[in-house]
């Protein structure tokens, strides 16, 4: 039985899939018909005889022999892109695509700024960025970079650290404080009206403090349950109650007067943002240029994941 011939594209179709668990939108991201990519990644599975995604009419998902397919040829691929944007840089300098996944208020506070001089340096590359709550596994979901706390990257990667070390951020309107008065302790929230924070995974996050060593976790309650940090702000806004944000999502409304901070004592720094990558024998032009400058620009994180 002859071997299966298999292209980059029809790989990098299954990526595309893989990664969104949806073929309109993957047909998206690849600039192609969704019937163009249907009959690509069926032509795949007809080549190798195995069926590497579920299909219904609601759904998209990996098969397990589609997840062992991907685990094994998502970084392989990787390095291949990387190999070929390497030769192909080599004269013309950085081209190509660099997709990075982050959540969003990173990328709105700390991540963007690095982006815009990054992409005024080198005009032909095209940057990729994905904002998302869920933590995901950068090599497998074909991610060149991604951004996350400190605590959350995992130990084989390479680090560099962006920015400063982050503060939660409990904030109200003046007017609700007149009404309801001011919270001089955590335990005092469970007697405010808060805005409940949704994770991806769907779990209730607990509102965070510490103080001398002594941590809480709240369960706090309230009339709203929300899972995006600007409808959450707008509620704040309209005084249905508290607040629970990073710090530099709410910098604005605090020096515009619109919202009043309460409880900082008991939000210290936390763990730094970090940029963080794999270690790769051949990466891309485009990628060494983007951890280039971010390590001019920002302070480098030292430790055993960096390779400072």
């Given at each position: 039985?002859?071997?299966?011939?298999?292209s980059?594209?029809?790989?990098?179709?299954?990526?595309a899939?893989?990664?969104?668990?949806?073929?309109?939108?993957a047909?998206?991201?690849?600039?192609?018909?969704?019937?163009?990519?249907?009959?690509?990644?069926?032509?795949?599975?007809?080549?190798?005889?195995?069926?590497?995604?579920?299909?219904t009419?609601?759904?998209?998902?990996?098969t397990?022999?589609?997840?062992?397919?991907?685990?094994?040829?998502?970084?392989?691929l990787?390095?291949?892109?990387?190999?070929?944007?390497?030769?192909?840089?080599?004269?013309?300098?950085p081209?190509?695509?660099?997709?990075i996944?982050?959540f969003?208020?990173?990328?709105?506070?700390?991540?963007?700024?690095?982006?815009?001089?990054?992409?005024?340096?080198?005009?032909?590359?095209?940057?990729?960025?994905?904002?998302?709550?869920?933590?995901?596994?950068?090599?497998?979901?074909?991610?060149?970079?991604?951004?996350?706390?400190?605590?959350?990257?995992?130990?084989?990667?390479?680090?560099?650290?962006?920015?400063?070390?982050?503060?939660?951020?409990?904030?109200?309107?003046?007017?609700?404080?007149?009404r309801?008065g001011?919270p001089?302790?955590?335990?005092?929230?469970?007697?405010?009206?808060?805005?409940?924070?949704?994770?991806?995974?769907g779990?209730?996050?607990p509102?965070?403090?510490?103080?001398?060593?002594?941590v809480?976790?709240?369960?706090?309650?309230?009339p709203?349950?929300?899972?995006?940090?600007?409808?959450?702000?707008?509620?704040?806004?309209?005084?249905v109650?508290?607040?629970?944000?990073m710090?530099?999502?709410?910098?604005?409304?605090?020096?515009?007067?619109?919202?009043?901070?309460?409880l900082?004592?008991?939000?210290?720094?936390?763990?730094?943002?970090?940029?963080?990558y794999?270690?790769?024998?051949?990466?891309?032009?485009?990628?060494?240029a983007?951890?280039?400058?971010a390590r001019?620009?920002?302070?480098?994180?030292?430790?055993?994941?960096?390779?400072?």
């Amino acid at each position: 039985m002859p071997e299966p011939r298999v292209s980059l594209n029809e790989l990098d179709a299954v990526m595309a899939v893989a990664r969104r668990a949806s073929f309109r939108q993957a047909s998206i991201d690849l600039g192609m018909s969704t019937t163009a990519l249907s009959n690509t990644i069926a032509r795949l599975e007809a080549n190798l005889a195995t069926r590497l995604f579920n299909r219904t009419t609601r759904s998209v998902s990996l098969t397990e022999a589609g997840k062992m397919f991907l685990e094994q040829v998502g970084p392989a691929l990787q390095d291949v892109r990387a190999a070929l944007d390497a030769v192909q840089s080599h004269s013309a300098g950085p081209s190509g695509v660099l997709r990075i996944n982050a959540f969003a208020s990173a990328a709105r506070s700390t991540l963007l700024p690095l982006v815009l001089e990054y992409l005024r340096r080198y005009p032909h590359v095209h940057i990729d960025l994905v904002t998302e709550g869920r933590l995901v596994d950068i090599v497998a979901d074909g991610f060149d970079l991604g951004v996350r706390s400190a605590n959350l990257v995992p130990s084989d990667m390479i680090v560099i650290a962006l920015g400063q070390p982050q503060r939660y951020a409990v904030v109200g309107t003046p007017g609700y404080f007149a009404r309801h008065g001011r919270p001089g302790t955590p335990a005092d929230l469970l007697h405010h009206p808060c805005i409940r924070i949704r994770l991806p995974n769907g779990a209730i996050y607990p509102w965070q403090f510490e103080r001398e060593g002594q941590v809480l976790r709240l369960d706090v309650q309230g009339p709203l349950t929300l899972d995006e940090s600007g409808v959450a702000k707008a509620a704040v806004k309209a005084g249905v109650g508290l607040g629970f944000f990073m710090e530099q999502d709410v910098l604005d409304e605090v020096a515009a007067g619109e919202f009043e901070r309460v409880l900082e004592d008991w939000t210290p720094p936390r763990d730094n943002l970090c940029l963080y990558y794999p270690n790769r024998r051949n990466p891309s032009a485009a990628l060494k240029a983007f951890t280039a400058l971010a390590r001019a620009n920002l302070t480098g994180l030292e430790g055993p994941g960096s390779d400072n």
